[in-house]
């Protein structure tokens, strides 16, 4: 008995690897789904960034009156906007340039490149699409068409009605109620008479500033500021702490409403103190030039709000690796899911920055070692905030449509929900 259970286990231990090998030869057998399994380390790795998918998107074919025909009115109304024919954007358009960021989302994905480097790539059939990009120039309609705030029945509170009942016509908005298309909305005035009716989608924003009651850190994209002042990208001091002689730098209007009265009350208390610029200032061309040489001089770069939470010297300062100290309670920043602001930005609230000294003396008290490091690190996340056409990888537009990306799963959750629930949101 003994000798023949002998005999079947030899002949089992000869015929199994025979069996075992046959089969993986002849491709019958996924060794690696039925044996790695037991391995968690091979078979759990997450994906690398850069492996993923790009966000699809289609873009709404509009005339070219709610977009390039704002920057050039000799732009043929009837002809497609295409990678060739786009207008260049004007750098010499001042203060138009830093809500510009409706042009660059459109150009980018007017510019298909078959690589890795692109977050975002342009889809023409609207069912493949992830998204839906509207490219209505909103914030560049108000500034061209609106000369003051009571103006009434100007061209640019017609085109947003025209682009409102458009939407509302389309199949695709209907399907999803708006939720996936994408509007930016970067000015605090832009589409500011129709906002409320195409308040599902995901608006791309500056701040929350005037939009509060209509707009979410959860649905919406916070983008950066266009700077306006040139980058620094020839900064090669040794010693570029000792480099910097200012301690702290501001240059710009300080006579501001809402949160921006911080600017006068900071003027009042800072203008004057050693190693600290404070000067009150328009915006020019050669303004810009004027900051962008002092910001370069400055080991850290002073950002109060404005008539919103935040204005583009924030970017300013970024580009320029200057150190910025931010005076805003309700300011919320591009890119927090991936960037830490707090390793190259020093953060007051209103009523720190407020207490004689206070603000001044944490600055100085930063030691040279640690200002080194936040200076490292801001130089080393600055191509961030770069809008360019073409777009380069994980430049500004880049990152914006990867924030986009990452609103997809919660608007296709609500999607889903509302096509099935007889009662709308009963657990609230």
């Given at each position: 008995?003994q ?9 089992l231990?000869?015929?199994?690897p025979?069996?075992?090998g046959?089969f ?5 057998l ?15 790795v ?28 000799n732009?043929?109304?009837?002809t ?18 830093q ?5 660059w989302?459109m150009?980018?994905?007017l ?9 975002a ?7 493949l699409?992830?998204v839906f ?6 914030s560049?309609?108000f500034?061209v068409?609106v ?6 029945d100007?061209v640019?509170?017609?085109?947003q ?7 509302r ?17 970067h ?5 500011r008479?129709y ?17 509060m ?25 040794e ?11 501001f240059r710009?209007?300080t ?19 050693k ?11 050669e ?14 770069c ?5 008539d919103?939470?935040?204005?583009c ?12 100290v931010?005076?805003s ?7 927090e ?5 707090k390793e190259?930005?020093?953060?007051f609230?209103t ?6 000294g206070y603000?001044i003396?944490?600055?100085?008290n ?15 996340i ?11 990888k ?8 990867r ?20 009662i709308p949101?009963?657990?609230?």
């Amino acid at each position: 008995m003994q000798k023949s259970i002998k005999r079947t286990l030899g002949c089992l231990s000869l015929c199994i690897p025979l069996l075992f090998g046959s089969f993986l030869l002849a491709g019958t057998l996924d060794y690696k789904s039925q044996f790695l399994y037991f391995i968690p380390q091979l078979t759990d790795v997450a994906p690398c960034r850069s492996g993923s998918l790009p966000l699809r998107v289609y873009m709404y074919d509009l005339p070219p009156r709610f977009n390039v025909g704002l920057m050039d009115s000799n732009f043929p109304n009837n002809t497609p906007v295409t990678a060739e024919n786009i207008p260049s954007w004007r750098w010499s358009d001042g203060l138009r340039k830093q809500h510009s960021v409706e042009y660059w989302m459109m150009a980018s994905l007017l510019y298909q490149r078959n690589d890795e480097s692109q977050e975002a790539v342009r889809v023409m059939d609207p069912d493949l699409a992830d998204v839906f990009f509207v490219p209505f120039f909103s914030s560049l309609s108000f500034n061209v068409h609106v000369r003051h705030m009571t103006e009434t029945d100007t061209v640019d509170e017609k085109l947003q009605l025209e682009m409102v009942n458009m939407l509302r016509a389309s199949d695709y908005w209907k399907r999803s109620g708006g939720r996936d298309h994408v509007i930016p909305v970067h000015h605090p005035n832009a589409f500011r008479h129709y906002r409320n009716e195409i308040n599902a989608c995901i608006f791309i924003v500056a701040d929350f500033g005037r939009i509060m009651d209509i707009s979410t850190l959860a649905k919406d994209v916070v983008a950066p500021y266009p700077h306006m002042v040139e980058s620094y990208s020839s900064e090669d001091h040794e010693d570029p702490y000792e480099a910097r002689k200012t301690l702290l730098f501001f240059r710009g209007r300080t006579v501001r409403k809402d949160e921006g009265i911080i600017r006068a009350q900071l003027h009042k208390m800072l203008n004057g103190t050693k190693d600290v610029i404070y000067d009150e200032a328009h915006a020019s061309e050669e303004g810009f030039k004027t900051s962008a040489e002092q910001m370069r001089l400055s080991k850290f770069c002073l950002h109060p709000a404005g008539d919103t939470p935040s204005s583009c010297r924030l970017f300013d300062a970024i580009v320029s690796h200057c150190i910025p100290v931010i005076v805003s309670d309700k300011i919320e920043l591009p890119y927090e899911s991936e960037i830490d602001y707090k390793e190259f930005s020093v953060f007051f609230s209103t009523n720190e920055a407020l207490k004689p000294g206070y603000l001044i003396n944490e600055l100085r008290n930063i030691s040279k070692e640690k200002w080194i490091n936040m200076w490292l690190r801001i130089k080393s996340i600055s191509h961030h905030f770069e809008f360019q056409y073409p777009p380069l990888k994980e430049d500004a537009v880049n990152m914006i449509w990867r924030e986009v990306k990452h609103k997809v799963p919660a608007f296709k959750l609500a999607v889903h929900r509302s096509r099935r629930l007889k009662i709308p949101d009963w657990w609230r």
